[in-house]
């Protein structure tokens, strides 16, 4: 069973406010993704670290949203300006990849987020 | 557009039953990984199967890189069984997932 663990469940903001989630990966994961899933199941991949560099992100990330692993510290994943199409589940995965061929991804249970 | 296509997109199964879920991808891609997500939302790794054929308790697993594809066959069915089940490619580091099978096991 997956360790991940994810705050808060449940996250309603307004547009324009900020919204903050969090991240613990399973001890001993150096690597930790998040995801966010729409309403029609679609998954689209945020960004990915490996200890606390960023190692991949879209566009979208650069621009609207703040996100960091800092050690010894819970990873987290913050919107700057909520909008009405983040709504979502957003869910974090670590892994013990590194770059050889094994890459079975742990998730969290989510947080969903509902802009107002 | 979309790189991983599943089928089918739902599916009504009474107890007992066996149902077959597909997974087809359009680009090379090198791993593959199944996925069950509860009502809830919480993600549950099934299998890591990039080839091959791979067996958990009524789970079957098989991957035909060549062919670009994986199935996903559960046997005798469950209403525990119920939920989303989603396929994910890998592209070295980043999960390409499918849309879902969303399974209704009926007693």
């Known amino acids: 069973n997956s360790k991940v663990i994810q705050t808060p469940r449940y996250l309603v903001k307004g547009q324009g406010q900020k919204a903050k989630m969090r991240c613990i990966p399973e001890?001993?994961?150096?690597?930790v993704f998040w995801y966010q899933q729409n309403k029609n199941n679609e998954f689209k991949f945020l960004i990915n670290?490996?200890?606390?560099?960023?190692?991949?992100q879209i566009d979208m990330t650069e621009k609207r949203f703040s996100a960091e692993c800092p050690s010894n510290s819970p990873c987290s994943l913050e919107i700057q300006s909520s909008e009405a199409g983040d709504s979502a589940l957003y869910l974090c995965?670590?892994?013990?990849?590194?770059?050889?061929?094994?890459?079975?991804?742990?998730f969290g249970a989510g947080t969903r987020l509902s802009v107002l | 557009g979309q790189q991983v296509q599943q089928s089918p997109a739902s599916l009504v199964l009474q107890e007992g039953e066996n149902a077959e879920l597909q997974c087809n991808f359009s680009?090379?891609?090198?791993?593959m990984q199944w996925f069950y997500q509860r009502p809830g939302g919480s993600l549950v790794s099934l299998f890591y199967?990039?080839?091959g054929t791979k067996h958990s308790g009524r789970l079957t697993s098989t991957t035909v890189i060549k062919e670009r594809r994986s199935s996903l066959h559960i046997s005798s069915s469950q209403t525990t069984d119920s939920g989303t089940y989603l396929c994910?490619?890998?592209?070295?580091?980043?999960?390409?997932f499918g849309s879902g099978t969303k399974l209704t096991v009926e007693p």
């Open positions: 995965a670590s892994s013990l990849w590194t770059g050889g061929s094994q890459n079975t991804l742990y």
């Open positions: 001890k001993g994961h150096p690597v």
């Open positions: 670290f490996q200890n606390q560099e960023v190692l991949q």
């Open positions: 680009t090379s891609l090198n791993s």
């Open positions: 199967n990039p080839s």
């Open positions: 994910a490619w890998s592209n070295y580091n980043v999960l390409y």
